[in-house]
């Protein structure tokens, strides 16, 4: 069984930084692109952003400059780096994974960490 695990959301000032993490655990084969998505309060899921098992990465205009995405294949693991947040910021954070297993090749959630960015 395969599971997504988050951690490092919080509740940070304006200006601040955070860093999420979500490590990938179970029979895996491959890891093909991770991504963080969020979902603001009244809002749709959106993309933030997407790194590729190669490394390439895109993300959201509204988090270019600010956000990092990044992975550490060894450890199935992808970061964000989130810096100087802002109050729109503020959502719950999704790790998603397209990757093969025993049963085939499909996309994985994780249960989503808040992000709160408030004075």
């Known amino acids: 069984q395969v599971q997504l695990v988050e951690s490092g959301g919080g509740l940070v000032q304006p200006g601040e930084s955070l860093r999420l993490s979500c490590a990938a655990s179970g029979t895996i084969f491959s890891i093909y692109a991770m991504g963080w998505y969020r979902r603001a309060p009244g809002k749709q899921r959106e993309l933030v952003a997407v790194v590729s098992n190669g490394g390439y990465t895109n993300s959201a205009d509204s988090v270019k400059g600010r956000f990092t995405i990044s992975r550490d294949n060894a450890k199935n693991t992808v970061y964000l780096q989130m810096n100087s947040l802002k109050p729109e910021d503020t959502a719950v954070y999704y790790c998603?994974?397209?990757?093969?297993?025993?049963?085939?090749?499909?996309?994985?959630w994780g249960q989503g960490t808040q992000v709160t960015v408030s004075s």
């Open positions: 998603n994974a397209d990757l093969s297993t025993i049963g085939g090749r499909r996309g994985y």
